[in-house]
C-alpha cells in the first residue's frame, strides 16, 4: 500500500530565511505527487502537482518541489519565506487500485511558523 | 474557487445520533472524496465517489455510509455517532480523468460528539 511520511511535525523558520520541508513515499508505481497548504480553519489549497516530466516543478506563493526518485522524495522548497507562509503543509501521493479507485494518500503534515 | 459547499460547517451531537453531513458541487464533476482530518493522523479516506450511485470505502469507512443519488450532491452519514467520530471532514472533488488530476476540498465540517 501507499505511504507518505512526513518527518518533521513542526519547524520554525524566521521570516526571510529559507524553508525545506522532507516528503518521502512509498507507491510500487510511478508517482503523482502533490503539496497542500492548509491555514488555520481552512481547507486545503493545492501549492504544486508532479505528474511527470521535469523533476523539478515550480507552484504558487514561490514554493517549488524537486522529485527524486531514488530517494523517493518530494521535498518543498521556498527561498524566503514570508509570515503569510505560516500555515500547516501537506505531501500527498496518488494511487490507483483499479477502476474508479484513483485516491490521494496524505502525509500526517508539517507545521510551519515562522519568526518576524 | 473550487465550487464545493459544505453543510453544515459546525455540529454539535451526542453520542447515538445520527448524523448527515452534505458536499455540494458545482462543477459537474465525477470523482468526489470525503476525508477526516485528525492531529497527529493528517487526512484519511473515509468514502469516494466515481458516479452517481458508485461508491466505495477509504481507509477509515467503518461506522459511514454515503449516498450519491446526484453527480453535485455527496452525502457522509454517520448512523450512530460515536465520540470518536469527533473531527473535522473535508470533501474533495477531483479535476482530470480517471487516473490522474488533483483534488479540491471544501472548507470543512467540524462535528463534535459529546
Known amino acids: 500500500a501507499q505511504s507518505v511520511t512526513q518527518p518533521d511535525i513542526h519547524i520554525t523558520v524566521s521570516e526571510g530565511a529559507s524553508l525545506e520541508l522532507r516528503c518521502n513515499y512509498s507507491y510500487g508505481a510511478t508517482p503523482y505527487l502533490f503539496w497542500y497548504v492548509q491555514s488555520p480553519g481552512q481547507g486545503l489549497q493545492l501549492l504544486l502537482k508532479y505528474f511527470s516530466g521535469d523533476t523539478l516543478v515550480q507552484g504558487i506563493k514561490g514554493f517549488e518541489a524537486e522529485f527524486k526518485r531514488s530517494q523517493s522524495s518530494f521535498n518543498l522548497r521556498k527561498p524566503s519565506v514570508h509570515w503569510s507562509d505560516a500555515a500547516e503543509y501537506f505531501c500527498?501521493?496518488?494511487?490507483?487500485?483499479?477502476?474508479?479507485?484513483?485516491?490521494?494518500?496524505f502525509g500526517k503534515g508539517t507545521k510551519l511558523s515562522v519568526i518576524p | 474557487d473550487a465550487g464545493i459547499t459544505q453543510s453544515p460547517r459546525h455540529k454539535v451531537t451526542e453520542t447515538g445520533t445520527p448524523v448527515t453531513l452534505r458536499c455540494h458541487q458545482t462543477?459537474?464533476?465525477?470523482?468526489m472524496y470525503w476525508y477526516r482530518q485528525d492531529p497527529g493522523h493528517g487526512l484519511r479516506l473515509i468514502h469516494y465517489?466515481?458516479?452517481?450511485?458508485?461508491?466505495d470505502k477509504g481507509e477509515v469507512s467503518d461506522g459511514y455510509s454515503v449516498s450519491r443519488s446526484k453527480t453535485e450532491d455527496f452525502l457522509l452519514t454517520l448512523e450512530s455517532a460515536t465520540s470518536s467520530q469527533t473531527s473535522v471532514y473535508f470533501c474533495?472533488?477531483?479535476?482530470?480523468?480517471?487516473?490522474?488530476?488533483?483534488?479540491?476540498f471544501g472548507e470543512g465540517s467540524r462535528l463534535t460528539v459529546l
Open positions: 462543477e459537474n464533476h465525477r470523482y
Open positions: 500527498a501521493v496518488a494511487a490507483v487500485r483499479g477502476a474508479g479507485s484513483y485516491q490521494l494518500t
Open positions: 474533495a472533488i477531483r479535476s482530470g480523468g480517471t487516473n490522474t488530476g488533483e483534488l479540491f
Open positions: 465517489s466515481y458516479g452517481v450511485k458508485d461508491t
